[in-house]
Protein backbone atom coordinates (compact mmCIF):
# COMPACT_ATOMS: atom_id res chain seq x y z
CA UNK A 1 0.00 0.00 0.00
CA UNK A 2 1.14 3.27 -0.67
CA UNK A 3 1.84 5.02 2.70
CA UNK A 4 -0.23 8.11 2.01
CA UNK A 5 -3.07 6.28 1.56
CA UNK A 6 -2.69 4.93 4.73
CA UNK A 7 -4.47 1.43 4.19
CA UNK A 8 -7.04 2.42 2.80
CA UNK A 9 -8.43 2.32 6.30
CA UNK A 10 -8.39 -1.49 6.25
CA UNK A 11 -6.82 -3.53 9.31
CA UNK A 12 -3.96 -5.98 8.31
CA UNK A 13 -6.20 -8.76 8.63
CA UNK A 14 -8.33 -7.67 5.92
CA UNK A 15 -5.35 -6.50 3.68
CA UNK A 16 -4.29 -10.17 4.19
CA UNK A 17 -7.59 -11.41 2.33
CA UNK A 18 -7.82 -12.53 -0.63
CA UNK A 19 -9.80 -9.19 -1.77
CA UNK A 20 -6.21 -7.71 -1.10
CA UNK A 21 -3.89 -9.57 -3.08
CA UNK A 22 -3.59 -12.66 -5.46
CA UNK A 23 -2.41 -14.87 -3.30
CA UNK A 24 0.82 -17.04 -3.91
CA UNK A 25 1.01 -15.40 -7.58
CA UNK A 26 4.28 -13.40 -5.94
CA UNK A 27 5.85 -16.64 -5.56
CA UNK A 28 4.90 -18.61 -8.32
CA UNK A 29 5.61 -16.15 -11.19
CA UNK A 30 9.13 -16.01 -10.63
CA UNK A 31 9.92 -20.20 -10.31
CA UNK A 32 7.65 -20.35 -13.58
CA UNK A 33 9.53 -17.49 -15.13
CA UNK A 34 13.21 -19.11 -14.14
CA UNK A 35 11.70 -22.68 -15.72
CA UNK A 36 10.35 -20.84 -18.84
CA UNK A 37 13.68 -18.05 -19.24
CA UNK A 38 10.63 -15.74 -19.85
CA UNK A 39 10.26 -12.27 -17.66
CA UNK A 40 8.10 -12.10 -15.02
CA UNK A 41 6.01 -8.39 -14.78
CA UNK A 42 4.53 -8.19 -11.28
CA UNK A 43 2.34 -6.10 -9.63
CA UNK A 44 3.40 -5.10 -6.23
CA UNK A 45 0.81 -2.52 -5.25
CA UNK A 46 -2.84 -4.41 -3.83
CA UNK A 47 -5.37 -4.50 -6.47
CA UNK A 48 -7.82 -2.71 -3.90
CA UNK A 49 -5.46 0.73 -4.73
CA UNK A 50 -5.99 0.20 -8.49
CA UNK A 51 -6.68 -3.40 -10.18
CA UNK A 52 -4.53 -3.10 -13.09
CA UNK A 53 -6.66 -5.97 -14.86
CA UNK A 54 -9.31 -3.57 -14.92
CA UNK A 55 -10.00 -0.78 -17.69
CA UNK A 56 -9.36 2.53 -15.61
CA UNK A 57 -12.76 3.36 -16.32
CA UNK A 58 -14.70 0.28 -14.66
CA UNK A 59 -16.38 1.04 -11.34
CA UNK A 60 -14.22 -2.28 -9.36
CA UNK A 61 -11.00 -0.56 -10.84
CA UNK A 62 -10.97 0.72 -7.09
CA UNK A 63 -13.98 -0.91 -5.35
CA UNK A 64 -15.64 0.67 -2.17
CA UNK A 65 -16.91 -2.97 -1.40
CA UNK A 66 -14.78 -6.02 -1.62
CA UNK A 67 -16.23 -9.64 -0.94
CA UNK A 68 -18.66 -7.91 1.60
CA UNK A 69 -15.49 -5.91 2.84
CA UNK A 70 -15.99 -1.97 3.12
CA UNK A 71 -12.96 -0.22 1.74
CA UNK A 72 -13.07 3.80 3.48
CA UNK A 73 -10.39 4.98 1.62
CA UNK A 74 -12.37 4.08 -1.71
CA UNK A 75 -15.22 6.16 -0.50
CA UNK A 76 -15.95 9.21 -2.24
CA UNK A 77 -12.71 9.38 -4.83
CA UNK A 78 -12.37 12.27 -6.68
CA UNK A 79 -11.30 12.34 -10.34
CA UNK A 80 -7.88 13.47 -9.62
CA UNK A 81 -7.81 10.63 -6.86
CA UNK A 82 -8.37 8.40 -9.56
CA UNK A 83 -6.10 9.88 -12.24
CA UNK A 84 -3.03 9.75 -9.42
CA UNK A 85 -3.86 6.14 -8.64
CA UNK A 86 -3.85 5.20 -12.80
CA UNK A 87 -0.70 7.56 -13.28
CA UNK A 88 1.59 6.18 -10.59
CA UNK A 89 0.65 2.11 -10.74
CA UNK A 90 -1.88 1.18 -13.26
CA UNK A 91 -0.56 3.09 -16.40
CA UNK A 92 3.37 1.76 -15.55
CA UNK A 93 1.98 -1.75 -15.15
CA UNK A 94 -0.01 -2.23 -18.61
CA UNK A 95 3.37 -0.02 -20.30
CA UNK A 96 5.93 -2.50 -19.37
CA UNK A 97 4.30 -5.19 -20.67
CA UNK A 98 3.46 -3.66 -23.59
CA UNK A 99 7.23 -2.63 -24.03
CA UNK A 100 8.49 -5.99 -23.14
CA UNK A 101 6.18 -7.37 -26.01
CA UNK A 102 7.37 -4.63 -28.48
CA UNK A 103 10.69 -5.74 -27.75
CA UNK A 104 10.88 -9.31 -28.26
CA UNK A 105 8.43 -8.85 -31.59
CA UNK A 106 11.30 -6.58 -32.66
CA UNK A 107 13.94 -9.23 -33.26
CA UNK A 108 11.42 -11.29 -34.07
CA UNK A 109 11.18 -14.07 -30.84
CA UNK A 110 7.66 -15.67 -30.95
CA UNK A 111 5.83 -14.47 -27.51
CA UNK A 112 2.87 -15.90 -25.52
CA UNK A 113 1.31 -13.69 -23.27
CA UNK A 114 0.66 -15.88 -19.84
CA UNK A 115 -1.57 -13.99 -17.61
CA UNK A 116 -1.45 -15.44 -13.79
CA UNK A 117 -3.79 -14.97 -10.82
CA UNK A 118 -5.49 -16.73 -8.13
CA UNK A 119 -8.73 -17.34 -6.13
CA UNK A 120 -10.44 -17.93 -3.03
CA UNK A 121 -11.62 -21.54 -2.25
CA UNK A 122 -14.89 -19.82 -1.09
CA UNK A 123 -16.44 -16.90 -2.24
CA UNK A 124 -19.74 -15.05 -0.72
CA UNK A 125 -20.36 -18.43 0.90
CA UNK A 126 -20.12 -20.49 -1.86
CA UNK A 127 -16.87 -23.52 -2.45
CA UNK A 128 -15.31 -23.68 -5.84
CA UNK A 129 -14.47 -26.93 -6.51
CA UNK A 130 -11.51 -25.95 -9.38
CA UNK A 131 -8.47 -26.47 -8.64
CA UNK A 132 -6.99 -24.49 -12.32
CA UNK A 133 -9.28 -22.45 -14.49
CA UNK A 134 -8.26 -21.75 -18.08
CA UNK A 135 -9.49 -18.28 -19.12
CA UNK A 136 -9.53 -17.44 -22.78
CA UNK A 137 -12.26 -16.06 -25.75
CA UNK A 138 -11.11 -13.37 -28.23
CA UNK A 139 -8.25 -14.21 -30.52
CA UNK A 140 -5.81 -16.66 -30.95
CA UNK A 141 -7.39 -18.88 -28.58
CA UNK A 142 -5.37 -22.25 -29.72
CA UNK A 143 -2.48 -22.17 -26.64
CA UNK A 144 -4.71 -21.81 -23.90
CA UNK A 145 -7.60 -24.25 -25.08
CA UNK A 146 -4.30 -26.82 -25.98
CA UNK A 147 -3.70 -25.43 -22.34
CA UNK A 148 -6.61 -26.65 -21.12
CA UNK A 149 -6.70 -29.93 -22.88
CA UNK A 150 -3.20 -30.99 -21.49
CA UNK A 151 -4.44 -30.12 -17.62
CA UNK A 152 -7.78 -32.17 -18.42
CA UNK A 153 -5.68 -34.94 -19.68
CA UNK A 154 -3.26 -35.17 -16.40
CA UNK A 155 -6.51 -36.81 -14.44
CA UNK A 156 -5.52 -36.08 -11.00
CA UNK A 157 -6.77 -32.36 -11.27
CA UNK A 158 -10.15 -30.34 -11.15
CA UNK A 159 -9.80 -27.91 -14.42
CA UNK A 160 -12.23 -25.09 -14.96
CA UNK A 161 -13.30 -24.00 -18.42
CA UNK A 162 -13.99 -20.17 -18.02
CA UNK A 163 -14.31 -21.07 -14.11
CA UNK A 164 -14.65 -19.65 -11.79
CA UNK A 165 -13.96 -16.39 -13.80
CA UNK A 166 -15.08 -15.86 -17.38
CA UNK A 167 -12.93 -13.69 -19.63
CA UNK A 168 -14.91 -10.97 -21.03
CA UNK A 169 -15.34 -7.53 -21.52
CA UNK A 170 -14.10 -7.05 -17.51
CA UNK A 171 -10.66 -8.41 -17.86
CA UNK A 172 -8.45 -6.10 -19.32
CA UNK A 173 -4.51 -7.23 -19.52
CA UNK A 174 -5.06 -10.29 -22.17
CA UNK A 175 -7.82 -8.17 -24.21
CA UNK A 176 -5.07 -5.44 -24.79
CA UNK A 177 -1.97 -7.15 -25.33
CA UNK A 178 -3.00 -10.21 -27.01
CA UNK A 179 -5.84 -9.65 -29.26
CA UNK A 180 -6.27 -10.03 -31.95
CA UNK A 181 -3.42 -12.57 -33.12
CA UNK A 182 -1.10 -13.20 -30.22
CA UNK A 183 -1.51 -16.90 -28.70
CA UNK A 184 -2.39 -15.91 -24.78
CA UNK A 185 -3.62 -18.18 -21.53
CA UNK A 186 -4.81 -16.93 -18.72
CA UNK A 187 -4.30 -19.00 -15.22
CA UNK A 188 -7.04 -19.08 -11.74
CA UNK A 189 -4.81 -21.15 -9.71
CA UNK A 190 -7.15 -21.67 -6.21
CA UNK A 191 -5.03 -20.18 -3.41
CA UNK A 192 -4.80 -22.47 -0.81
CA UNK A 193 -3.05 -24.80 -3.63
CA UNK A 194 -0.72 -22.36 -3.70
CA UNK A 195 -0.11 -20.23 -0.21
CA UNK A 196 3.15 -21.92 0.63
CA UNK A 197 6.39 -22.44 -1.31
CA UNK A 198 5.82 -26.43 -1.19
CA UNK A 199 1.97 -25.47 -2.98
CA UNK A 200 3.80 -23.34 -5.51
CA UNK A 201 6.78 -25.22 -6.55
CA UNK A 202 4.68 -27.65 -7.24
CA UNK A 203 2.29 -25.78 -9.66
CA UNK A 204 5.10 -23.91 -11.35
CA UNK A 205 6.18 -27.73 -12.61
CA UNK A 206 2.45 -28.12 -13.44
CA UNK A 207 2.08 -25.18 -15.58
CA UNK A 208 5.46 -25.03 -16.86
CA UNK A 209 4.81 -28.82 -18.77
CA UNK A 210 1.53 -27.66 -19.78
CA UNK A 211 2.44 -24.74 -21.63
CA UNK A 212 5.52 -26.35 -23.30
CA UNK A 213 2.66 -29.31 -24.46
CA UNK A 214 0.63 -26.46 -25.68
CA UNK A 215 3.21 -24.94 -27.49
CA UNK A 216 4.10 -27.81 -28.74
CA UNK A 217 1.17 -28.33 -29.89
CA UNK A 218 0.16 -25.27 -31.74
CA UNK A 219 3.54 -24.89 -33.20
CA UNK A 220 2.95 -25.34 -37.26
Known amino acids: M ?3 LEALGLPPV ?3 RHIGWDIGIGGLGPLLARALDAPFVRQTYSRLV ?3 NRAIEAADAMPP ?5 VVPGNAGLTPDDRAARIAEIHAPYQATIAELLAARDAV ?6 VSLHSFTPVMQGHTRPWDVGVLYDGGDTRFATAVLTALQGRGDLVVGDNEP ?3 DLIDYT ?3 HAYPARPYVEFEIRQDLIADEAGQRRWARIVEAVCREALAAIEP
Open 14 to 16: ELA
Open 50 to 52: VDC
Open 174 to 176: IPR
Open 108 to 113: GLRTVL
Open 65 to 69: VSDGT
Open 2 to 4: PHK
Open 165 to 167: YRM
